[in-house]
């Protein structure tokens, strides 16, 4: 089938979000805060025995939405790549 | 995986730069190489790259009310082996280090050694392997992929293990951070090893003959793939 492996990858996405709704509403009913980000959690553990980091960055995003303003950047310039190349090949096969 | 920034002590920060140094001389070397012998494999290089700053921004909600990001580096180690996968990682490693505060500069030795060198030299391993003993290409692909995910948070485990043994010692504190970090990566290493194979097709159907020039592919298998997808 043409399809076979989008139909996988479809399927193995919808699972994922499948499993996070569930557990969320199961966290949620429990009244914990959750989905705070694993780097951080390391962090923690470390600082927790005492440690303290012996530099920090010299800058970092002033607020929560410059952060996800840069990573969506990021995101972005790396799709603007793929999409681009990904189309000129497809362009140019179909005009070979 | 990140390693914040100043949270490796001396002299692990130190080690672990003189480690991936190597690497990364090497991979310019043969991306230099790559760019005078093989130009046309350049756009597929670009890919690769762009593949790791799309999945590595993207932070997913993941088992046990944590949050992580795929890599995307096991693409780039599959194509390219693991030294130019290292050039690559390096790259977006510094984006983030230097605009997102996101891992750091002295931590960059290490954070580039767990995603950029050991993840996708176990991609690189698995692909080699499978295709060498025939095994079905995507599957291969995801295998490679999704290993290689998982391996870069299992180092980056290991690595604060051996900055951190604490009291009990080396295991311990490997179970305890490869807990936050390995586990909570399983359900995301799937997905990127099903959309790295996926990505992996297209380039079967589009540009087949660079994965040929660059010996990842023979022309028979491109061959079946293609009827298999038509």
Redesign the interface.
């Known amino acids: 089938m043409k399809y076979r492996m989008e139909i996988a990858v479809a399927a193995i996405i919808i699972i994922f979000a499948a499993v996070f709704l569930v557990q969320d509403a199961a966290i949620r009913a429990s009244g914990e805060e959750a989905w705070g980000g694993a780097d951080g959690e390391a962090a923690a553990l470390i600082e927790a025995s005492g440690y303290e980091p012996w530099t920090e960055s010299f800058w970092v995003p002033p607020s929560g939405e410059i952060e996800s303003l840069l990573f969506a950047l990021q995101a972005a310039i790396g799709a603007v790549i793929i999409g681009y190349i990904f189309g000129y090949w497809h362009g140019s096969r179909k005009t070979a | 995986?990140?390693?914040?920034?100043?949270?490796l002590?001396?002299p692990w920060w130190e080690i672990w730069f003189l480690v991936s140094l190597p690497f990364i001389v090497i991979g310019l070397y043969q991306l230099d190489r790559l760019v005078k012998e093989k130009r046309e494999a350049l756009?597929?290089l670009?890919?690769a790259?762009?593949?790791?700053?799309?999945?590595?921004?993207?932070?997913?909600?993941?088992?046990?009310?944590?949050?992580?990001h795929p890599t995307g580096t096991g693409l780039g180690g599959i194509l390219f082996g693991p030294c130019i996968a290292a050039v690559l990682g390096l790259i977006?490693l510094i984006?983030?280090?230097?605009?997102?505060?996101?891992g750091?500069?002295?931590t960059l030795g290490a954070n580039v050694f767990s995603m950029g060198i050991a993840g996708p030299a176990v991609a690189y391993l698995i692909y080699k392997a499978g295709t060498r003993a025939g095994a079905n290409t995507?599957a291969t692909v995801f295998l490679a992929a999704a290993l290689a995910d998982l391996v870069t948070y299992v180092v980056?485990s290991i690595q604060?293990a051996l900055a951190?043994p604490?009291a009990t010692g080396f295991f311990e504190a490997f179970s305890?951070?490869a807990a936050?970090?390995a586990v909570?990566q399983v359900?995301l290493a799937?997905?990127e090893g099903?959309?790295i194979?996926?990505v992996f097709?297209?380039i079967v159907q589009?540009?087949p003959e660079i994965l040929t020039r660059l010996n990842l592919l023979s022309e028979s298998t491109v061959k079946k793939l293609q009827e298999a997808?038509?």
């Open positions: 995986m990140h390693i914040m920034e100043g949270f002590p001396s756009p597929l670009a890919v790259g762009a593949f790791v700053f799309v999945l590595s921004s993207l932070k997913l909600p993941s088992f046990n009310g944590s949050c992580s977006v984006f983030q280090a230097v605009f997102l505060a996101h750091g500069i002295t995507y980056t604060l951190f604490a305890a951070f936050i970090f909570t359900p799937i997905v099903a959309v194979a996926l097709k297209y589009l540009k997808a038509a």
